[in-house]
């Protein structure tokens, strides 16, 4: 079946560091692939998506491209901030299955001052 | 506008009792979804509903019901609640499908059984 599967965290790096969050996905058909973010306390809420190969998404200086020949969609910031640290979810929607979304197990991010 | 909400924030059962979750959503969204969130497990689909008097079951759905018997307004409810249904709960909507959707989701719920 679908799945998606992102690397464990908790990922901790300093302020102004980059990036890299990977996801990678098993889909049949052509999933829509997102990003959503759960900061502290709240619900999750999403960052960025890309709806078909080679889309980019970008929110907030994140970005990711949907890159079908690989299956990943990984996540990248150039400069993180203090106020990046949260958990994120990479997530795909399945056309087969009522378009439900299937997330990964996420990936906590701690930046440090 | 106030997007998804839940209702309680916080709740403490015992073993055996029962309770109701809300969720509300204003934004006239056809669709909406119960998670479980738990440590390590990422979220879970619980039960959702493709419209007004659907619903239909998720990958996790033993020990609980749900109902929509308005269009903006999902229940979730535990009959007999267990320890194993200690979790935060979110409720999420979106609008009818279509190719790349974004799910609205909610503050959700903590529930703790004893």
């Known amino acids: 079946g679908n799945s998606v599967t992102q690397m464990e965290g908790p990922v901790t790096l300093s302020e102004e560091a980059f990036l890299t969050i990977n996801c990678t996905y098993t889909?049949?058909?052509?999933?829509?692939l997102f990003w959503y973010v759960q900061y502290p306390g709240e619900g999750l809420q999403l960052l960025l998506k890309?709806?078909?190969?080679?889309d980019k998404g970008s929110n907030k200086g994140f970005e990711a491209t949907y890159r079908k020949e690989t299956t990943s969609f990984h996540l990248e910031k150039g400069s993180v901030q203090v106020s990046d640290s949260a958990v994120y979810f990479c997530?795909?929607?399945?056309?087969?299955?009522?378009?439900?979304?299937?997330f990964g197990k996420g990936t906590r991010l701690h930046i440090l001052p | 506008n106030a997007g998804v909400t839940q209702t309680p924030k916080f709740r403490v059962l015992k073993t055996g009792q029962s309770m109701t979750l809300l969720c509300a959503q204003d934004?006239?969204?056809?669709?909406m979804y119960w998670y479980r969130q738990d440590p390590g497990m990422g979220l879970r689909l619980i039960h959702y509903?493709?419209?007004?008097?659907?619903?239909a079951k998720g990958e996790v759905p033993d020990g609980y019901n749900v109902s929509r018997l308005k269009k903006q307004n999902f229940l979730l409810g535990l009959e007999s609640a267990a320890p194993s249904q200690t979790s935060v709960y979110f409720c999420?909507?979106?609008?009818?499908?279509?190719?790349?959707?974004?799910?609205?989701f909610g503050p959700g719920t903590r529930l703790t059984v004893t």
């Open positions: 890309a709806t078909k190969a080679d």
């Open positions: 934004m006239n969204h056809e669709y």
């Open positions: 889909a049949t058909g052509y999933p829509s």
């Open positions: 997530a795909l929607s399945d056309p087969n299955r009522d378009d439900k979304i299937i």
């Open positions: 999420a909507s979106s609008s009818h499908q279509a190719q790349g959707y974004e799910q609205y």
């Open positions: 509903s493709v419209g007004e008097g659907t619903t």
